[in-house]
């Protein structure tokens, strides 16, 4: 189960060798091949898209589009039990990121000097969805929802086949109830390097969103040094619950499971400063895990992972912002005060009836989320992941004579004469 570090005595850190590295794969052994891939989707587009599928995905297809006749067909195998809980996920999810919309607001910084700011959807995106072990249909709503509020005019989403050349109804159903018809059955860096390149039949995106295994992660990375833009740095997902005697053991076991079964590169992190409370989920641990159809991965992961336990709650904090995690659960007494206290974490869940499952699907925030630490700097996914801001500015005679002093100025103190006679020649 968890490897136990106990640091109520210690002047050692948890960081460093042998403490809380995150899982890594070296990339080095990814690099020929994710770039020989990538080359020739850029040179031969939809026929080394086509290559790739059946090297890959076991399946040869002669056309990867999918057509109206399979939505509807995708559309009619799905429950009404699983549409209705599809449905609210994503009316919880609009609703919530409805609210980032906000109307353009005109400063005059100086009478005459208007000044504003307008967001502008990003005109193509794409979206990348894992399919696999786990069709990670809840990602579409995560990722459609905002395109669509932010007003991007062209939305593509890649998924791979299964053996059969389809893809997983629930992804389809998903995908038309947010409004995205441009879908393709392309798995993996194929499907990176077709929205980034674009194809005869995908189009070239300005930015790809979404997560994928290590050779999809590292395809993102080699595209976006080429200039085009991703959502963020990735890596395995991850789950840190800050918990003391008030948390239900049971409950802190489960979430560290549910992150856990992701994949064997997962890790979750359990910190608390009652000891009894860690044998407990160590022994809540042992009782669940052997119940998941996906224990194997979440034994795996576990080996990852390390309960610690510190002395007071503000080494507890300390250790949980510097950890930075991608999903933070607080099963603490006086839990909202605390997380008030966190400064960095992807999304945090507040108290014992607030398990991380419940944003990853359908509370409304978004689980598209940084990991390896990246949420000390970055954000979540949201709104305006999709959007550009531009600033305006407009002046009025009277407006460019009340500044012109001060610009002029500065032209010229910074030695830019060009810049100074743009305001001087309008002057005279």
């Given at each position: 189960?968890?490897?136990?570090?106990?640091?109520?005595?210690?002047?050692?850190?948890?960081?460093?060798?042998?403490?809380?590295?995150?899982p890594?794969?070296?990339?080095?052994?990814?690099?020929?091949?994710?770039?020989?891939?990538l080359?020739?989707?850029?040179?031969?587009?939809?026929?080394?898209?086509?290559?790739?599928?059946?090297?890959?995905?076991?399946?040869?297809?002669?056309?990867?589009?999918?057509?109206?006749?399979?939505?509807?067909?995708?559309?009619?195998?799905?429950?009404?039990?699983?549409?209705?809980?599809?449905?609210?996920?994503?009316?919880?999810?609009?609703?919530?990121?409805?609210?980032?919309?906000?109307?353009?607001?005109?400063?005059?910084t100086m009478?005459?000097?208007?000044?504003?700011?307008?967001s502008?959807?990003i005109?193509?995106?794409?979206?990348?969805?894992?399919?696999?072990?786990?069709?990670?249909?809840?990602?579409?709503?995560?990722?459609?929802?905002?395109?669509?509020?932010?007003?991007?005019?062209?939305?593509?989403?890649?998924s791979?086949?299964n053996?059969?050349?389809?893809?997983?109804?629930?992804?389809?159903?998903?995908?038309?109830?947010?409004?995205?018809?441009?879908?393709?059955?392309?798995?993996?860096?194929?499907?990176?390097?077709?929205?980034?390149?674009?194809?005869?039949?995908?189009?070239k995106?300005?930015k790809?969103?979404?997560?994928?295994?290590?050779?999809?992660?590292?395809?993102?990375?080699?595209?976006?040094?080429?200039?085009?833009?991703?959502?963020m740095?990735?890596?395995?997902?991850?789950?840190?619950?800050?918990?003391?005697?008030?948390?239900?053991?049971?409950y802190?076991?489960?979430?560290?499971?549910?992150?856990?079964?992701?994949?064997?590169?997962?890790?979750?992190?359990?910190?608390?400063?009652?000891?009894?409370?860690?044998?407990?989920?160590?022994?809540?641990?042992?009782?669940?895990?052997?119940?998941?159809?996906?224990?194997?991965?979440?034994?795996?992961?576990?080996?990852?992972?390390?309960?610690?336990?510190?002395?007071?709650?503000?080494?507890?904090?300390?250790?949980?912002?510097?950890?930075?995690?991608?999903?933070?659960?607080?099963?603490?007494?006086?839990?909202?005060?605390?997380?008030?206290?966190?400064?960095?974490?992807?999304?945090?869940?507040?108290?014992?009836?607030?398990?991380?499952?419940?944003?990853?699907?359908?509370?409304?925030?978004?689980?598209?989320?940084?990991?390896?630490?990246?949420?000390?700097?970055?954000?979540?996914?949201?709104?305006?992941?999709?959007?550009?801001?531009?600033?305006?500015?407009?002046?009025?005679?009277?407006?460019?004579?009340?500044?012109?002093?001060?610009?002029?100025?500065?032209?010229?103190?910074?030695?830019?004469d060009?810049?100074?006679?743009?305001?001087?020649?309008?002057?005279?």
């Amino acid at each position: 189960m968890l490897t136990i570090l106990d640091l109520r005595n210690s002047n050692t850190t948890p960081f460093g060798a042998g403490g809380l590295q995150r899982p890594a794969f070296d990339t080095s052994s990814l690099t020929e091949k994710v770039k020989n891939v990538l080359a020739d989707i850029r040179q031969n587009g939809d026929k080394a898209v086509v290559k790739y599928t059946t090297q890959f995905d076991g399946v040869a297809l002669d056309n990867f589009v999918v057509s109206e006749a399979e939505i509807n067909e995708a559309v009619s195998l799905i429950s009404d039990d699983l549409k209705q809980a599809i449905e609210q996920a994503a009316a919880n999810i609009k609703a919530f990121h409805s609210k980032q919309l906000s109307p353009i607001e005109i400063i005059e910084t100086m009478s005459g000097i208007q000044c504003w700011r307008k967001s502008v959807g990003i005109e193509k995106v794409g979206l990348y969805i894992p399919g696999g072990s786990a069709p990670l249909f809840s990602t579409i709503l995560m990722l459609g929802i905002p395109a669509q509020l932010a007003g991007c005019k062209e939305i593509v989403l890649c998924s791979p086949p299964n053996k059969e050349g389809k893809l997983h109804p629930a992804i389809l159903f998903a995908a038309q109830l947010v409004g995205i018809t441009k879908v393709f059955k392309i798995g993996g860096v194929q499907a990176i390097g077709a929205m980034a390149y674009g194809t005869a039949t995908v189009p070239k995106v300005y930015k790809i969103f979404g997560p994928g295994n290590q050779y999809v992660t590292y395809a993102k990375q080699l595209i976006q040094q080429e200039g085009v833009a991703i959502d963020m740095p990735a890596g395995p997902s991850e789950v840190c619950v800050l918990a003391d005697d008030t948390a239900v053991p049971a409950y802190v076991a489960a979430d560290l499971l549910s992150q856990a079964e992701h994949g064997a590169d997962s890790q979750v992190i359990l910190v608390s400063t009652s000891e009894s409370l860690v044998e407990k989920v160590q022994a809540a641990l042992t009782e669940q895990v052997v119940l998941l159809n996906r224990k194997e991965t979440a034994i795996k992961a576990l080996d990852n992972s390390k309960a610690i336990i510190v002395t007071t709650l503000d080494e507890a904090i300390d250790l949980v912002n510097e950890y930075a995690a991608e999903h933070l659960i607080i099963s603490y007494s006086n839990a909202d005060a605390i997380a008030e206290r966190i400064v960095n974490a992807g999304s945090i869940f507040i108290g014992n009836y607030s398990p991380e499952s419940v944003g990853d699907y359908a509370s409304g925030t978004n689980h598209t989320l940084p990991t390896n630490g990246f949420a000390k700097a970055y954000s979540g996914v949201s709104v305006d992941s999709f959007v550009k801001k531009i600033t305006m500015q407009k002046l009025s005679q009277q407006g460019l004579q009340s500044i012109a002093k001060t610009v002029v100025k500065m032209a010229e103190a910074e030695g830019l004469d060009a810049h100074a006679n743009a305001v001087k020649i309008r002057l005279n």
